[in-house]
């Protein structure tokens, strides 16, 4: 079964920028949808972003014009570059696609001063 692996976490300042990358076991082509998602702390897991096959992209409302998905179906690789980043984007980072596979480790985010 397809394993996704995140990475690219880490402790940045209020207004800082991190790249997330999130890596595929196998050809992610034929993913339909793969989209991210945050959970904090206490909290559910929250839908973030998310592209489809032909690179359209969707946003949650609080990251729109700051976050930016992409996806290198060469490198089975997605991407989700955080810009502007406040302190409420902080939790664990997971990727996935549609229909859902297994969650990853995810990849810890914390922006704090």
């Known amino acids: 079964q397809v394993q996704l692996v995140e990475s690219g976490g880490g402790l940045v300042q209020p207004g800082g920028s991190l790249r997330l990358s999130c890596v595929a076991s196998?050809?992610?082509?034929?993913?339909?949808?793969v989209g991210w998602h945050r959970q904090s702390p206490g909290e559910r897991r929250t839908f973030v972003a998310a592209?489809?096959?032909?690179?359209?992209?969707s946003y949650a409302e609080s990251v729109k014009g700051r976050f930016t998905i992409s996806r290198d179906n060469a490198k089975n690789t997605v991407y989700l570059q955080m810009n502007s980043l406040k302190p409420e984007d902080s939790g664990i980072y997971y990727c996935n696609k549609l229909p859902t596979v297994p969650w990853g480790q995810g990849t810890q985010v914390t922006v704090s001063s």
């Open positions: 196998e050809s992610i082509s034929s993913f339909g949808v």
């Open positions: 592209i489809t096959d032909t690179g359209r992209a």
